[in-house]
C-alpha cells in the first residue's frame, strides 16, 4: 500500500549572494523538495549558510545574510504585476499612509497585461516626446553580471532611451583612483594578514566589508596595529588600537600633511619611486609647502599635529620598524563630498611614496572590480543604439541628479539637454529614499504627466509612486554569474529555488518588453547561459581557463593574475602593472586641498546660519536601504533609528539632552529625530541613518524662497533658482536624511556628495 506521507528530498545550491557588497560571499542554500501524495511537488530554501570552501569568505556571512529567508518568504514580498488603481494618487496618499495598505492603492493584472501596458505607453511617449524622454534609473540591487546590466541595456540602447551615469556610490572615487594607477585593484583581502599597520580610512570594515575583519584579526595577534581614520565612531573605530575622528572632506589635507612629514624626514622609497611613479619631484615640491604642515593640517583635520606626524612615520618605517609593510583600507565614504575625487587620489599615492606595494600585505584596496574582465560589450551591445530611432548614441543623465533630471529637463533653461523625462523605469534601486535632494525626487516622481515602472521585490518609498508595479525575484531564484569588488574569484550564483509567485528575474523582464515593443533581434532571445557565456568571452589572460561549466561545477575560481618568481602577485610592484598613458603611478596633477563649499571650512559655513556638518550615515544593519522593512533588521538598528548623533557641546550650546525631539533643517527641508548624546561623533558634526521614508518617522520641509543654498557647481550663497523653489515648501508624509542632502557633484567622476552637507539643530 502506497504511502500517504510526502516524499522529501534535500540538496545544496551553491549561490553567491549578489547584493552590494564588496564581499561576494559563497553561499550554500539546503533545499528541501516535497512531492506530495497526489504527486504535485513543491520546494523551499530551509536554510542558508557561508560557503566554507570560499578563500576569503570562508563560511560564515554576515548578520544580514545570515537571515536571508526572512527576505524570500517575507509575507509583504510583491508576487505579481499591479497597476495602480484609477483615482488612486501617487504616494503615501494613494493608501492614506498606513503601513500594510499599500497594495490598496494598486490591482492585480496579468503579465501580458503589464507588458502590453508598458509598451504601448512608451511608444507613444517616445512618438511624441522622442525616446530620450525615457529614463531608466538602476544600480546595485544585484552586482550579477546579468541583474546589473545585461539585456535591461539591450533593451534600452535599441529604444533609443536616455542613458543612466550610474554614479551614486563609487564613481568619483573609481575614476579618480585610475587617475593615478589606470585601472582598479587593490590589495587582496589575504594579504592583510601579513601588514604590519593597517589603517582603515573611511572603512566600517566590521560594519559592511566582514570577510576582511578575520584577516585583520590574524595581523593584529601577530603584531600589527589598526588605525582608523572616520569621522564617525563605528563599530570598526570602537575595536581599533587609535581612531582619528577626521572633520568630514578633509582627507585630503590629512595625507598632504602625511607626504609633508615623510618627505621632510626622507622616509619615501626612492628606487621606486623613479622606477614605478611619473611626477615624484613635482608632488614632492607641493607637499613640502607650509600650508601642508601638520600644525596647518591640525586645524583644518582637527587632528592633533603629533597625531599626524606619527601616523605618517608609522606608516612610511612599518617596513623597517616591523618586517612588515602597511596596508590602507579606502572606502568609498571619502569620496563622497565634494572635493572627494581629489581625496581619493592623494591617499591612493601614499602607497608609491612608501614603496609599500613591493612587500606582500602593502599597498591598499579600494576596490578591486577592475581585475575581472567581464566582456561587458558583449552583454551591454552599445551598438544598439545607431539602430534605434536616434541613429546616435543616446543623452547622458547622471543619476545624482534625479530630481534635476525629473523637474528640470525639457524646461526652457535646458532646452539644450534634451526632451523632458515623460517615462521612468526603475529596478535595482529605491531612488525614492536614496537619491539625494529628495523633495525634488519625490516632487518629480508625484508628477501626474510620468509614467513610472517599479520592478521590485517589496512595497518600497519608489514602489509608492510606480503606474506599474512588477515582482522581482531574490538572488535565491535566479542564476548569475559574478565577480567581486572586495577580492579576487569569479563564480557563478546557482538558481535554489524557483522564483516565488510569478516573479521575473531582470533579464526576462527585458527579454519580453522587447518582444512587446517589437524588436527583431536575435540578442534579445539570448538565454541565462548565453549570456554568462557572452560575459565570460574574452581572450584576457586574467580569465584564462574560466568558463560557465567551470565555475558551474567548482562555484568560485581564482583570478589568473601574474605572479614573481615566488609566485606571488605583488600587485604594482613593477610598472608592468599601471595602465596608465606614462605605465607608471601617476602623481600629477598634485591633489589640491579645497575645502567643500558645504562644510564648517567652506563659503557656505560664513553665514553661520548652517554651522553643522551633517553625516547621512547608512545603517549597519541594512544595505543602504535593502533590508530596511524586515523586522528582524529593523530590531538590529533599533537603538540607532529616529536619532540624531550629536557632541555633548553642540547639544549643550543648544540646550538639548538626549531623548529630546530635535528638528535637523537646511534650505532644503527638514527632518525630526530625536537627540542622542555622545561620544560618536566629533564637535561640529551631527549624524543619522538613512532609513526608508515611511517607516523613518514623518518629516517636512522647511525651505523658503529666500533661503539661499550651494548651487550644482558647489558654489555657496547662491540665490535659489525660481525652477527649484517649487520643489521646495510641502511637507510630505514621511522622509529622510536625503531631504538634506542636495545635488552638488563631485570634482571627479560628478558622484553624490552626501557628506558635503551643512544644517542646524533645533528643539521642537
Known amino acids: 500500500m502506497a504511502s500517504s506521507q510526502p516524499a522529501t528530498m534535500t540538496r545544496v545550491v551553491h549561490a553567491v549572494c549578489s547584493h552590494d557588497c564588496p564581499d561576494s560571499c559563497g553561499v550554500l542554500v539546503t533545499v528541501e523538495s516535497l512531492t506530495g501524495a497526489d504527486g504535485r511537488k ?8 557561508g560557503d566554507p570552501a570560499h578563500p576569503v569568505t570562508r563560511g560564515f556571512l554576515c548578520g544580514k545574510v545570515a537571515q536571508y529567508l526572512d527576505r524570500v518568504y517575507s509575507p509583504d514580498r510583491l508576487l505579481y504585476p499591479m497597476r495602480r488603481r484609477a483615482g488612486a494618487a501617487k504616494g503615501p496618499a494613494g493608501y492614506a499612509g498606513a503601513k500594510g495598505r499599500e497594495a490598496d492603492a494598486f490591482e492585480r493584472i496579468s503579465w501580458d497585461e503589464a507588458l502590453g501596458l508598458i509598451a504601448d505607453r512608451l511608444k507613444a511617449i517616445a512618438a511624441e516626446f522622442g525616446p530620450e524622454s525615457i529614463l531608466p534609473y538602476s544600480y546595485a540591487g544585484t552586482i550579477g553580471q546579468l541583474g546589473f546590466g545585461s539585456m535591461d541595456r539591450r533593451f534600452f540602447h535599441r529604444l533609443g532611451a536616455s542613458q543612466l551615469a550610474r554614479t551614486i556610490c563609487s564613481e568619483a572615487g573609481g575614476v579618480a583612483f585610475k587617475t593615478v594607477y589606470g585601472v582598479k585593484l587593490g590589495t587582496s583581502p589575504e594579504d592583510f594578514a601579513h601588514a604590519g599597520l593597517i589603517v582603515a580610512w573611511g572603512a566600517n570594515i566590521h560594519g559592511n566589508n566582514v570577510h576582511l575583519w578575520p584577516f585583520i ?17 563605528t563599530r570598526t573605530a570602537a575595536l581599533a588600537d587609535e581612531h582619528l575622528a577626521i572633520r568630514p572632506g578633509t582627507d585630503s589635507m590629512l595625507a598632504l600633511a602625511m607626504m609633508h612629514v615623510i618627505f621632510g624626514e626622507g622616509l619615501e622609497d626612492r628606487a621606486y619611486l623613479a622606477a614605478c611613479t611619473s611626477g615624484g619631484d613635482e608632488l614632492r615640491a607641493h607637499a613640502l609647502k607650509p600650508e601642508h ?3 596647518r593640517a591640525a586645524e583644518v583635520t582637527g587632528i592633533a599635529a603629533e597625531k599626524i606626524v606619527a601616523l605618517a612615520r608609522a606608516y612610511a618605517l612599518c617596513l623597517k620598524q616591523t618586517g612588515k609593510p602597511a596596508a590602507i583600507r579606502l572606502n ?7 572635493n572627494g575625487g581629489t581625496a581619493v587620489r592623494a591617499i591612493a599615492m601614499l602607497p608609491l611614496i612608501a614603496g609599500a606595494w613591493q612587500h606582500r600585505g602593502g599597498g591598499l584596496q579600494l576596490s578591486t572590480s577592475g581585475a575581472f574582465p567581464f566582456n561587458s560589450d558583449a552583454l551591454q551591445m552599445p551598438e544598439l543604439m545607431r539602430a534605434s530611432p536616434l541613429g546616435r548614441d543616446a543623452r547622458i543623465v547622471n543619476m545624482s541628479r534625479l530630481g534635476h533630471a525629473l523637474m528640470e529637463l525639457g524646461t526652457s533653461d535646458t532646452e539644450s539637454e534634451g ?16 537619491a539625494p535632494n529628495q523633495n525634488a525626487v519625490l516632487r ?10 517599479v520592478h521590485e521585490q517589496f512595497f518600497t518609498d519608489t514602489a509608492d509612486y510606480a503606474d506599474i508595479l512588477l515582482p522581482a525575484p531574490t538572488f535565491l531564484e535566479v542564476k548569475d554569474v559574478q565577480g567581486a569588488y572586495g577580492h579576487l574569484f569569479a563564480q557563478v550564483s546557482q538558481q535554489a529555488i524557483a522564483p516565488l509567485g510569478e516573479a521575473w528575474s531582470n533579464v526576462r523582464l527585458f527579454r519580453e518588453l522587447a518582444r512587446c515593443m517589437g524588436f527583431t533581434e536575435s540578442c534579445f532571445a539570448d538565454s541565462d547561459d548565453d549570456l554568462i557565456d557572452q560575459a565570460l568571452a574574452t581572450d584576457h589572460p586574467w580569465f584564462a581557463g574560466i568558463t560557465r561549466q567551470r565555475l558551474e561545477s567548482e562555484g568560485h575560481i581564482p583570478l589568473a593574475l601574474p605572479v614573481n618568481a615566488a609566485g606571488r602577485a605583488l600587485l604594482f610592484s613593477t610598472a608592468e ?3 596608465t598613458p ?6 600629477t596633477p598634485v591633489p589640491v586641498f579645497i575645502a567643500p563649499g558645504e562644510s564648517r571650512g567652506g563659503a557656505a559655513a560664513r553665514s553661520g546660519q548652517y554651522p553643522l556638518e551633517f553625516l547621512p550615515r547608512k545603517a549597519d544593519n541594512y544595505m543602504n536601504s535593502t533590508f530596511a522593512n524586515i523586522p528582524r533588521h529593523r530590531r538590529m538598528e533599533a537603538r540607532h533609528a529616529g536619532t540624531l548623533e550629536m557632541h555633548p557641546a553642540d547639544a549643550a550650546a543648544r540646550g538639548l539632552a538626549t531623548g529630546d525631539a530635535v528638528e535637523v533643517f537646511n534650505a532644503r527641508g527638514s527632518i525630526r529625530l530625536h537627540a542622542r548624546i555622545g561620544d560618536s561623533v566629533p564637535q561640529g558634526v551631527v549624524a543619522a541613518r538613512m532609513d526608508w521614508n515611511k517607516l523613518g518617522g514623518a518629516g517636512e520641509t522647511s525651505a523658503t524662497e529666500s533661503d539661499a543654498q550651494p548651487g550644482a557647481n558647489g558654489h555657496a550663497g547662491v540665490a535659489i533658482p525660481t525652477s527649484q523653489k517649487r520643489d521646495m515648501g510641502r511637507p510630505h508624509a514621511g522622509s529622510n536624511v536625503n531631504v538634506l542632502t542636495s545635488e552638488t557633484l563631485t570634482d571627479i567622476g560628478a558622484g553624490a556628495t552626501f557628506y558635503s552637507t551643512l544644517v542646524e539643530v533645533r528643539r521642537r
Open 577 to 579: 602593472w599601471f595602465r
Open 293 to 295: 604642515s601638520p600644525e
Open 419 to 434: 526632451p523632458p523625462v515623460k517615462a521612468l523605469l526603475v529596478y535595482n534601486s529605491n531612488p525614492a529614499a536614496i
Open 42 to 49: 513543491s520546494e523551499r530554501a530551509v536554510k542558508v549558510a
Open 217 to 233: 584579526e590574524e595581523a593584529r595577534r601577530n603584531g600589527a596595529r589598526l588605525v582608523v581614520i572616520d569621522p564617525y565612531k
Open 332 to 338: 568609498y565614504g571619502t569620496q563622497r563630498s565634494e
Open 582 to 587: 606614462s605605465g607608471r603611478g601617476e602623481l
Open 444 to 453: 518629480g516622481m508625484m508628477r501626474p504627466d510620468l509614467f513610472t515602472v
